[in-house]
């Protein structure tokens, strides 16, 4: 009896053991759903992007403005592309197109409104200009980002001007909607990891000088070129010796997006 007491005991203990590492793992890493549909799996201390596009099918967007909401203990906005007064700017495929958009961070929603909207009609839902936010996660779990339009102006023709949204509800029904929700990119590289082990130290830039030099070595030229310039050489290694450094180092220690 005592053995088998012993035996069930010790069962016992390897399965809670077992279980430690998963739990560990999932608290690493933090799933991002928007109305429950997951967009994107991320580790913490890494970024994503949270786009909200203007599918404009047939209208011609004027204005609007709207709200992205998060959780600030698990999420935290950050700057992307060009700074503006408010460190975020607007991105996407815009031909001939002037806009002014701001925006407002409040712990827990990012508030944005645009205007002097011109040349974005007729694009498709793969072509489509996208308000692009960036986002650090702070800690593991699940949580939900959200955008909710408030309102959204366009026109049909040089005078006459419509509202598609008004006070976050749709003035008629539209099919398809003027604006996509719910899309995530993760980050394609790390600048700076030119070995992708995880981690930026002057491993990484003598790598660089390496391969530089004619050595035919495993690297990862998106994570190399630190400067985007397409070439890997010496002045990507300088940077990353900056950055190791403590010194000012441009991009290295960032992310590269596929969308940029």
Same mark, same amino acid.
């Given at each position: 009896?005592?053995? @088998?007491? !012993?035996?069930? %005991?010790?069962?016992? =203990? !390897?399965?809670?053991? !077992?279980? %430690? ?8 890493? =933090? /799933? ?6 997951? *967009? ?7 970024? @994503?992007?949270?786009?909200?596009? =203007? ?18 203990? *698990? *999420? ?6 060009? #700074? ?18 701001? =925006? ?20 498709? $839902?793969? $072509?489509? #200009?996208? &308000? ?18 408030? /309102? ?12 598609? @949204? ?20 993760? #980050? !394609?590289? /790390?600048?700076?990891?030119? $070995? ?6 002057? %491993?990484?830039?003598?790598? %660089? ?24 050489? &010496? ?8 950055? /190791? ?8 220690? $960032? ?6």
């Amino acid at each position: 009896m005592k053995r @088998f007491l !012993c035996f069930f %005991i010790s069962i016992l =203990l !390897c399965i809670s053991v !077992c279980a %430690i590492p998963s739990t560990a793992a999932e608290s690493d890493t =933090l /799933t991002v759903t928007d109305s429950g549909r997951i *967009l994107a799996q991320v580790k913490v201390g890494s970024v @994503f992007l949270y786009r909200v596009g =203007l599918f404009t099918g047939q209208h011609t967007l004027i204005n609007g403005e709207g709200e992205i909401r998060y959780d600030e203990k *698990l *999420l935290q906005p950050l700057a992307y592309g060009d #700074p503006t007064p408010e460190r975020y700017s607007f991105g996407g495929r815009l031909v001939n197109a002037s806009a002014v958009i701001n =925006l407002t961070d409040v712990p827990g929603t990012v508030y944005y409104n645009f205007s002097q909207i011109t040349g974005i009609e007729g694009y498709t $839902d793969t $072509d489509e #200009p996208y &308000l692009k936010l960036r986002f650090k996660v702070l800690a593991g779990g699940t949580t939900e980002l959200s955008h909710i339009m408030q /309102t959204l102006t366009a026109r049909n023709s040089k005078t006459t001007f419509y509202k598609l @949204f008004q006070n976050g509800q749709a003035t008629a029904a539209l099919d398809p909607l003027p604006y996509t929700v719910g899309s995530a990119e993760l #980050p !394609c590289a /790390t600048i700076g990891d030119a $070995d992708s082990d995880g981690r930026i130290s002057v %491993i990484d830039a003598t790598l %660089i000088q390496w391969i530089t030099a004619g050595r035919r070595m495993s690297y990862s030229k998106l994570n190399a070129d630190t400067n985007g310039d397409g070439d890997v050489n &010496l002045k990507d290694s300088l940077a990353i010796r900056r950055y /190791t450094a403590g010194m000012s180092a441009a991009n290295v220690g $960032d992310y590269r997006f596929t969308s940029d």
